[in-house]
């Protein structure tokens, strides 16, 4: 099968013209196995993915950067740069001087010299130290945004990356940010899906030259934190069923048409290959308005999410948009 053609989006604000896959390979999981995600990323760059999300947090930048070694060696990509790697900066690190080391400890467990797109994963710090992956409420810190800022647009400056964004803030927290940045973030990467529209984010990121990243647009299915009520909306269910698609795929298209991009996790040969299979054909206007009437249910921070993953809950203080 030829490998599937993903469009790409222009990332503004970057170091050079740069330009970014609509679909990227989403690298959390719970249980994570080095060689199943190995062979799940070989097998993705074969059939066309090639922009990958890692995070500091995630434990997967180790095996990424394995798994894109041998890529090249097998000759599966060119070059390096024909790959578009992400990855975030975690609280514990969200610090003034704490930035670039961060990333280099990135750069180095991904055996590159640069990142394309380096986040801050949360508006929020924690204390500086080891990677907590669960932040207790009484850890939790307000972010010097300015002070941060400073080191993620340094880091631009350096070449270290090639763009700079932000991910899980709120339109209100970007506008603060847009007050001092000299290089303004070029994406926000946000929860986003059918059932979480993020529709005046989206707005707001459009009208200040932004790229909406949707992760979990699956609802994070079959993880500890996800739900199946995405996958088994009836609604959802009778738009795929009317155009011969999967839901998942009904899902990833309504992403990509209503202008955002995406990280999608799958390490399913055929789910991957079908999650790819959403850029020759389209929904239509009729559909576009039954998925703008669903109800709307975050997934992240909802009751089961916090008790999952520890103590969250204050952080909706720190939060004040619709995320
Ligand atoms: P997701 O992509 O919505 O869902 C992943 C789940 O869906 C996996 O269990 C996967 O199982 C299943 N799946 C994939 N394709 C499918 C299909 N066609 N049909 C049925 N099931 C399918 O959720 P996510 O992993 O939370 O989000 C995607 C990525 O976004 C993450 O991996 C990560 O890179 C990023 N993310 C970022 C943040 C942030 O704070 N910035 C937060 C969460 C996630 P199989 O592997 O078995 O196919």
């Known amino acids: ?4 053609q993903i469009p790409e989006v222009v990332l503004e604000s970057s170091n050079g013209r740069r330009t970014m896959p609509v679909l990227g390979f989403g690298t959390a999981a719970d249980n994570f196995q080095p ?15 090639r922009h990958f999300d890692t995070a500091a947090e995630y434990g997967s930048e180790q095996s990424l950067g394995e798994a894109i070694a041998q890529a090249l060696k097998l000759g599966l990509v060119g070059s390096r740069d024909d790959l578009f790697v992400t ?15 961060a990333l280099k400890k990135s750069l180095q467990n991904l055996q590159l010299e640069y990142l394309d797109l380096y986040l801050i994963h949360w508006p ?13 409420e009484k850890d939790l810190m307000p972010m010097d945004f300015k002070g941060v800022w400073a080191d993620m647009e340094e880091a631009q400056r350096l070449g270290l990356t090639k763009s700079i964004g932000v991910s899980n803030f709120s339109s209100k927290k970007i506008e603060d940010l847009l007050s001092f940045a000299t290089i303004p973030p070029s994406v926000d990467q946000v929860e986003m899906s059918p059932f979480w529209q993020q ?17 979990s647009p699956l609802g994070a299915i079959g993880t ?14 009778e738009i795929a069923e009317a155009r011969g698609k999967t839901v998942a795929q009904v899902c990833i298209r309504w992403v990509y048409q209503v202008g955002a991009t995406l990280a999608v996790k799958s390490y399913n040969k055929e789910r991957l290959k079908q999650n790819a299979q ?3 054909w389209e929904l239509s206007q009729e559909d576009l308005d039954k998925i703008s009437q669903i109800p709307q249910h975050k997934l992240v921070l909802r009751e089961e999410y916090v008790s999952a993953n520890g103590p969250y809950k204050s952080l909706e203080d720190l939060w004040d948009g619709e995320l």
Request: charged letters at 20%; glycine letters at 4%; proline letters at 6%.
């Open 1 to 4: 099968m030829a490998a599937t």
């Open 35 to 49: 060689e199943v995600f190995i062979a799940a990323v070989l097998e993705a760059i074969k059939l066309g993915y």
């Open 87 to 101: 990855s975030k900066l975690w609280p514990n690190d969200a610090h003034p001087h704490l930035v670039i080391p």
């Open 124 to 136: 929020i710090s924690a204390p500086p130290g080891k990677l907590m992956h669960s932040i207790a």
């Open 199 to 215: 529709k005046k984010l989206r707005d707001f990121c459009k009208a200040n030259g932004m790229v909406v990243t949707a992760f």
């Open 224 to 237: 500890r934190c996800g739900t199946n009520s995405i996958l088994e909306s009836k609604v959802l269910k």
């Open 278 to 280: 959403v850029f020759d």
